[in-house]
């Protein structure tokens, strides 16, 4: 089996998922994937919400479903683009919810600020064919990432899981609701986000959360 290139403290404690059989089929499907043409995100940054926030520098956990299908945007975080393209529609409703929630007016659409302060920006698929929408779900990387999440809920303690969307709320199943503080609302993509999107303050209310439990509260802008 290849060496997975991911962040020590993860590989840690993921170990055992990279020794399941639907892992090597998994990779054996990526792999082929990208030979053939054209995925997102670049390989380089299949893991990179994992490398950029270690295991116990987790303190906002966001959770999204796959990555942009279109080539230049996916970057290896739920929502995230590189700076200088034009917002998704789902991120540009969440940075105006981010300014009527606490005042922040973002340009920056890259989001590996947060990251580095210890929002794991988590696709529940970590990749896509590029143009074609959840063309890489149902193939394995569900597993893996539930339990990325299942080892948050069971080894950390208090942490922020903000859930958009009923696909995402439906992994309130893996937490532990009793040691963590659990957000959710609609999905902000235009076809929910008027439907209690606008107005959920998920920002203001992680980091109220994360203050009253002596945590530094991240700097959303």
Same mark, same amino acid.
């Given at each position: 089996?290849?060496?997975?290139r991911?962040?020590?403290?993860?590989?840690l =404690?993921? $170990?055992?998922?990279?020794?399941?059989p639907?892992?090597?089929?998994?990779?054996?499907?990526v792999?082929?994937? %990208?030979? /053939?043409? &054209?995925?997102? #995100? #670049?390989?380089? *940054?299949?893991?990179r919400a994992?490398?950029?926030t270690?295991f116990? +520098?987790v303190?906002?956990?966001?959770l999204?479903q796959?990555?942009y *299908?279109?080539p230049g945007a /996916?970057?290896?975080f739920c929502?995230?683009? #590189?700076?200088?393209? =034009?917002?998704?529609p789902s991120?540009q409703?969440?940075? $105006?919810e981010?300014?009527?929630d606490?005042?922040?007016?973002?340009? =920056?659409?890259?989001?590996?600020?947060?990251?580095?302060?210890?929002v794991?920006l988590?696709?529940?698929?970590?990749t896509? =064919?590029?143009?074609t929408?959840?063309?890489? +779900?149902?193939?394995?990387?569900?597993?893996?990432?539930?339990s990325?999440?299942?080892?948050?809920?069971?080894?950390?303690? $208090?942490l922020?899981?903000?859930l958009?969307?009923?696909? +995402?709320?439906a992994?309130?199943?893996?937490?532990?609701t &009793?040691? *963590?503080?659990?957000?959710?609302?609609p *999905?902000?993509?235009p076809l929910?986000?008027?439907r209690?999107?606008?107005?959920?303050? #998920?920002?203001?209310r992680?980091?109220? %959360?994360?203050?009253?439990?002596?945590k530094?509260?991240?700097?959303?802008?």
């Open positions: 089996m290849a060496e997975v991911i962040e020590p403290s993860w590989k =404690r993921l $170990q055992d998922e990279f020794e399941q639907y892992w090597e089929n998994l990779t054996s499907f792999r082929t994937e %990208y030979a /053939a043409g &054209r995925c997102c #995100p #670049p390989g380089k *940054h299949i893991f994992f490398d950029l270690p116990d +520098a303190k906002v956990v966001i999204g796959d990555p *299908h279109t /996916a970057m290896g929502f995230s683009v #590189p700076d200088g393209n =034009r917002p998704q991120l409703n969440i940075f $105006q981010l300014a009527d606490v005042g922040a007016a973002r340009t =920056r659409t890259d989001l590996s600020d947060w990251a580095e302060q210890g794991f988590l696709n529940s698929v970590l896509v =064919r590029a143009h929408a959840g063309s890489h +779900a149902g193939k394995g990387w569900e597993h893996f990432t539930d990325a999440i299942r080892t948050l809920s069971r080894e950390r303690d $208090q922020v899981f903000i958009w969307g009923s696909y +995402a709320i992994k309130k199943a893996l937490i532990d &009793r040691k *963590h503080h659990v957000i959710t609302s *999905h902000p993509s929910s986000a008027h209690g999107f606008f107005g959920s303050k #998920p920002f203001s992680a980091n109220a %959360y994360l203050s009253a439990k002596g530094t509260p991240i700097a959303w802008a």
